[in-house]
């Protein structure tokens, strides 16, 4: 198979030839796109790469799920509808088993998503994929990690730490079993999208930990945080897992903040479509994080960190 027998069996199927906003996908030097009227667009990209991102033998319907999870839940901390992406794919061999599932992992998801394929570039080397991928929010709506106010709730979509856990699990050699879903098959809150833009002041997704993904919001605005331990959903109960649901990363659920007054309708708004989110705490002026709760000294002590990938890493990362 070359590389155009294999981005014709396994990548133009997943691409609508002229489509709704699509007016011309894979196959040409780029992809010709009508953006709907009154929007702002919104990009993100993001790469995932063997052995740092994902343990190497990975099933390859994982890696192509977590490949488009990541980045169109970067859309969902925006309140971005997802429109299109491509696929930018670094491969060691062309092996047709392995690509007919990572396709299918694409398929599953991009349907779910209702985001099309429209390009990408296929080399050999590494294994390493890279999305790119675009949004669109009414004009002036989308939500920042820059509209965070004093007083706010801080809340979360879903549970943390689990994919910190399932990876944990998958390194202890469990290849089986509900506990590693979190970690193989991330979910991308998009069901999230129409509250953050309606309630939210500010918003981002938690991938390198929640503790070092929040200081995105205060930091660069000279704001604290005060986080109520009581309030984490977490696994266990004790300061193991506290200290996994504050560090761990890849849960991909959204933290954002909403003023008090705006939460009852927001509760009301997301119990009709079946959702949840939880207050874990508040914006408070100052600096720093302070935490609540009765094991608060114990976690300070921890010195929680999260993912920085030119930093020493944390023992959750690499995945050899
Ligand atoms: P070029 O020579 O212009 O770089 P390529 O030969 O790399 O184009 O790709 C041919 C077509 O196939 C282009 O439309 C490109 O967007 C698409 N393509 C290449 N690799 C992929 C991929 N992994 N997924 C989706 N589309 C791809
Ligand atoms: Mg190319």
Known sequence: MDEFQLIHRFFSPLSPRKRGSVRLGVGDDGAVLSPPPGCDLVMATDTVLAGV???????????????????????????????????ALSLPS??????????KGLELLSGEAGIALVGGDTVCG??????????????????????????????????????????SAWQRGQRRGAALVPFLYPHPALEWIPLLRDFAHSALDVSDGLIQDLCHLLEPRSLGAEIDLECLD??????????????????????????????EPLVRRARARHLDCR????????????YRGALADRVRHARIRGYDHFQRPLPRRPHA
């Open 234 to 263: 977490c696994e266990p109960r004790d300061l193991d897992g506290l200290v996994q649901a504050l560090s761990g990363g890849d849960d991909y659920v959204l933290c954002f903040t909403v003023s008090p007054r705006r939460w």
């Open 94 to 103: 062309a092996s047709a088993r392995w690509l007919s599932a990572f396709s």
């Open 53 to 87: 991102h994902f343990p190497k033998d990975c099933p390859p319907r994982s890696i192509a799920h977590r490949a488009l999870a990541v980045n169109l839940s970067d859309l969902a901390a925006m309140a971005a509808d997802p429109l299109w992406y491509t696929l």
């Open 126 to 167: 590494p294994l390493a994929v890279t999305i790119t991928v675009v949004g669109s929010v009414p004009r002036g709506r989308a939500v920042t990690r820059r509209g965070g106010r004093v007083g706010d709730w801080i809340c979360v979509t879903g549970p943390l730490g689990r994919a910190a856990a399932g990876l």
């Open 279 to 290: 207050i874990i705490g508040r914006i408070v002026p100052g600096s720093g994080i302070r």
